[in-house]
């Protein structure tokens, strides 16, 4: 596998540092090996020795885990399509059979695992690649499945990517309670990362509930001197499936920061004022402004959850008309929807229909009794 850096250069270092990994038989000796791997470049780290032989051929990544982390690593971020495959396969060889123990000296450098994963996704032109290999480094590397790893974020990122949203599902139902920023390579940036994405997933799965308590720990999340933009991306979600989900604004916990509130009402307005459409259960103002801010929701990525926003509305609409009139018809449903465009019989009676289903409303019998349909 001739992807190394010019033997001549770097070779020394490397020499020393294979030859110490090899020669331990004392796991204190571990730290002092994950110093000097922290000393190398890249370049070192992809470099062949002075005997022109590969690294990773001379370390076995079950008992010398730790260093074979940092070569397989470095190699796989330069892969390319005539080497990413026999990498990967060595990348997830590396991951049935570490020792973890060892990894834990090298949280930093354990996270670059994700990094390599999805260079190799993309060389390969293979989305799904990092899902499983992830799945496995998270349940082996943390101590729980409640602790948050550096993999978890870029896990759920992975699958959304490869539209994977039942594979991560095992992993996701676990909440977080442990965040141990030495132990894991961890951050504030990790915990709201790894909650934005997996509230996507959940969205994924029509599992607005779980989605919501997702966007809600994003969103309250302790601030400091300024809302980061990824609380706002997940204030603009969060008002969208809440009314999905709902049919009304889900009002968020009195903890979130009020810094947080008055920034989302400056820049996330085109959502507030979506929220008031739904409190006057009013179709055609609901359209009326999706069709002046189309614009903002499209580069929001929202069209599609504007669009089931707009069917939520229908619901609760109907719902209320049938609530009145117990006997309405059809028809007269149709009518007074009061939208923009006329709404079909046959798309109400779908929608009623699915209402039934969801147990939403109980009066379908009496509505179809009077179209004659029942």
Known sequence: MQTCENPTVTSQPIDEVLALIVSVNDTTQWLLIAHKLNKLSEAQLRSYTSDNLDPLTILDPAVHSLGYLYFITARCLIADADNAGQLLQMLCHFIDVVDIQQLRLAPARVAMVATALEHLA??????????????????????????LTSLHAPLAKCCLLAKAYKYPLRILDQDIETVDPVTYATSIVSFLEYHYYGAMIYIGNKNFDRALDFLILVISAPTQNAVS???LEAFKKYSLVSLIHDGQWRTLPKYTSVMVTKSAKIRCLPYYEISKAFDNTDIRQFETLFDKHRAVFESDNHIGLMKQCHEALYRKRIKELTNVYMTVGIPD???????????????????????VRDRLICTLSKILKKEGKW
């Open 333 to 355: 449903i149709a009518k007074k929807l009061d939208t923009m465009e006329p709404v079909s019989d046959e798309k109400v009676e779908r929608i009623l229909v699915d209402m």
């Open 229 to 231: 933009a990824i609380q």
């Open 122 to 147: 993309t060389s390969l032109e293979k989305p799904m690649v990092p899902v499983l290999p992830l799945m496995t480094a998270i349940e082996k590397m943390a101590s729980s499945p409640h602790v």
